[in-house]
Nanobody, 116 residues
Framework: EVQLVESGGGLVQPGGSLRLNCAASGLTFSSYAMSWVRQAPGKGLEWVSGITSSCGRTNNADSVKGRFTTYRDNAKNTLYLQMNRLKTEDTAVYYC?????????RGQGTQVTVSS
């Protein structure tokens, strides 16, 4: 059974940084492209970032380009999302998902709240 467990969320002031982690099990992690998606209060799911399985090529949504970086450690079966210069509009529940484009296989999510 595939399990994805996100962590690292929290409350941060505008302009601050957070790093999200996604620990994967039950799959050959290195064979999977992965994505980060988020859901803000009252809104639908938004794709945030994707990364390929092996070479680690990435791309981000325009809303986070230049501020967020996705990377992975295949030896640790872990996906990361480094978020810098956070804005209030980044407030959301963040999920990691298998695939790029993302599939419906996601973790339980981690809350990120950006507020002064």
């Amino acid at each position: 059974e595939v399990q994805l467990v996100e962590s690292g969320g929290g409350l941060v002031q505008p302009g601050g940084s957070l790093r999200l982690n996604c620990a994967a099990s039950g799959l050959t992690f290195s064979s999977y492209a992965m994505s980060w998606v988020r859901q803000a209060p009252g809104k639908g799911l938004e794709w945030v970032s994707g990364i390929t399985s092996s070479c680690g090529r990435t791309n981000n949504a325009d809303s986070v380009k230049g501020r967020f970086t996705t990377y992975r450690d295949n030896a640790k079966n872990t996906l990361y999302l480094q978020m810098n210069r956070l804005k209030t509009e980044d407030t959301a529940v963040y999920y990691c998902a298998t695939g790029w484009p993302p599939t419906t296989v996601r973790g339980q999510g981690t809350q990120v709240t950006v507020s002064s």
